[in-house]
């Protein structure tokens, strides 16, 4: 079984900041990326960052500049620093790993965490 638990989410002012953080434990043999989605009233999952194992990233156009994806191999985590936050940064972030267990490599999803970003 595997699990993501994510952590950071909260209410903060336009331009302000915020940290995710994720972790990765069960079964699990590689993690070959691993990455952040949010989702919106109304609006489709889109990707925001996504770090590779061998640590390419990329990011959509919305947040490049503004936040940064790292991530520790060792401890199967994953951390999202946001800056500058907008009103329309605000939605549910769900960490995401692509992730092989030892016996099927699939997608595992978090329980998501709320952002805010509101005066």
């Known amino acids: 079984q595997v699990q993501l638990v994510e952590s950071g989410g909260g209410l903060v002012q336009p331009g302000g900041s915020l940290r995710l953080s994720c972790a990765a434990s069960?079964?699990?043999?590689?993690?070959?990326?691993m990455g952040w989605y949010r989702q919106a009233p109304g609006r489709q999952r889109e990707l925001v960052a996504r770090v590779t194992s061998g640590r390419s990233t990329n990011y959509a156009d919305s947040v490049k500049g503004r936040f940064t994806i790292s991530r520790d191999n060792a401890k199967n985590t994953v951390t999202l620093q946001m800056n500058s936050l907008k009103p329309e940064d605000t939605a549910v972030y769900y960490c995401?790993?692509?992730?092989?267990?030892?016996?099927?490599?699939?997608?595992?999803w978090g329980q998501g965490t709320q952002v805010t970003v509101s005066s």
């Open positions: 995401n790993a692509d992730l092989d267990n030892g016996v099927i490599r699939r997608d595992y």
């Open positions: 069960g079964t699990i043999f590689r993690i070959n990326a």
